[in-house]
């Protein structure tokens, strides 16, 4: 897979979450790494958050040598909804788009469902526990509320009752992104991410997509063997690490 070249922020979201000064940087490669160090050195940055694609040794190799820590490994599943045609939903789960009033469910569910997940925020022990549960909690209720965070949110409905939920954001005209999901810990095994999944990828072909993309933790293999019964397939991964400049 061809990345696109480094390229590195400053994360206001981040910083209103933690309350340090925070970048980000994508496709971090060997070239790029001074770059990266120097945009963090002029800007004051306190905390970096680097990836880099998991084939690239070298750069995640360079990054340990200035004092970065792995966090976690981001593992990419893609589908063609176009060559395969997109599974019929059978079942008993309910997915449709979200209603007026229904915020408070989706982060209901997204604070049930991270709570001490182990992803790059909670995985590192100098971010307070209660700020990376409210993070995904954020992000579950931004994607309601503004349509640059996400292009749809579908709930599914168990029993009547809302139990999960998966956002949906267009990458390109051709190809959209499950950008966040979550099953309810108490209905997790009843099908009900399979149907988010189903329900995501007709979402997108009628808007005329051919292609999706979705992301997990790589220990999070009980999502990807149920993305891959709905005909996904591993793509790529990055690593995700993180970069104190208040310390030595």
């Known amino acids: 897979m061809n990345a696109d070249p480094c390229q590195i922020v400053l994360s206001e979201i981040d910083e209103e979450r933690f309350g340090i000064r925070t970048a980000r940087a994508s496709n971090v490669t060997v070239e790029g790494l001074p770059g990266v160090i120097d945009f963090c050195q002029g800007n004051n940055v306190v905390l970096l958050i680097a990836r880099c ?8 190799q360079a990054m340990e040598q200035y004092g970065f820590l792995l966090m976690d490994t981001l593992i990419y599943y893609e589908r063609n909804l176009v060559k395969a045609p997109v ?3 059978s079942g008993r789960v309910v997915v449709r788009p979200l209603q007026s009033g229904e915020k408070n469910d989706v982060k209901r569910i997204a604070g049930d469902s991270f709570r001490e997940y182990i992803g790059h925020y909670h995985a590192d022990s100098r971010l307070d526990r209660t700020k990376c549960d409210e993070a995904y909690m ?8 503004s349509s640059q965070i996400a292009d749809e949110v579908l709930v599914a409905e168990l029993d009547g009752t ?9 990458i390109n005209p051709q190809e959209g992104e499950g950008a966040l999901f979550a099953v309810a810990p108490t209905a997790q095994g009843q099908g009900i991410g399979q149907a ?19 992301s997990t933790q790589i220990i999070n293999i009980g999502a990807q063997k149920s993305w891959t019964r709905v ?10 690490f993180h970069k104190w400049f208040d310390t030595p």
């Open 53 to 60: 694609l998991a084939s690239n040794t070298q750069a995640a």
């Open 231 to 240: 005909g996904f397939e591993m793509s790529h991964a990055y690593y995700t």
């Open 138 to 145: 954020s992000w579950a209720a931004r994607s309601c509320d």
């Open 162 to 170: 809302i139990e999960g939920f998966l956002t949906l954001r267009f």
């Open 196 to 214: 988010l999944m189903i329900h995501a990828m007709q979402w997108l072909r009628s808007r005329n997509a051919n292609h999706m993309v979705i």
């Open 87 to 89: 599974p019929k939903y």
